[in-house]
Nanobody, 128 residues
């Protein structure tokens, strides 16, 4: 198993930036595809970004493309979400997640049900 702890959330103004971090502990970090999801109040949890085991492949939801970047440092067991040009609609709880049993080192997935492990979430609030 892997334990995930997010940090870096907070309050930002529209147009500002935040960087979220997710520290993993437990099994070898590089075995996991990592993803970020978010859940706004009263809405379902939605996919934001994912990164392959090696970090070479990434995927993003359309609404964040060009503004948000996912990256990982396997030596530090950490995945990051750099968020720029923030918008009020980015306000949500952001969750880090890990998908296991992925052989393809270039594989990413947007599907929530493929992620078996989840962090507790970190709040991001963007004011207009």
């Amino acid at each position: 198993q892997v334990q995930l702890v997010e940090s870096g959330g907070g309050l930002a103004q529209a147009g500002g930036s935040l960087r979220l971090s997710c520290a993993a502990s437990g099994r070898t970090f590089s075995r996991y595809v990592m993803g970020w999801f978010r859940q706004a109040q009263g809405k379902e949890r939605e996919f934001v970004a994912a990164i392959s085991r090696t970090g070479t492949d990434t995927s993003y939801t359309d609404s964040v493309q060009g503004r948000i970047t996912i990256s990982r440092d396997n030596a530090k067991n950490t995945v990051y979400l750099q968020m720029n040009s923030l918008k009020p609609e980015d306000t949500a709880i952001y969750y880090c997640a890990a998908a296991d049993n992925i052989r393809d080192v270039y594989y990413t997935t947007t599907r929530l049900n493929e992620y078996a492990y989840w962090g507790q979430g970190t709040q991001v609030s963007v004011s207009s």
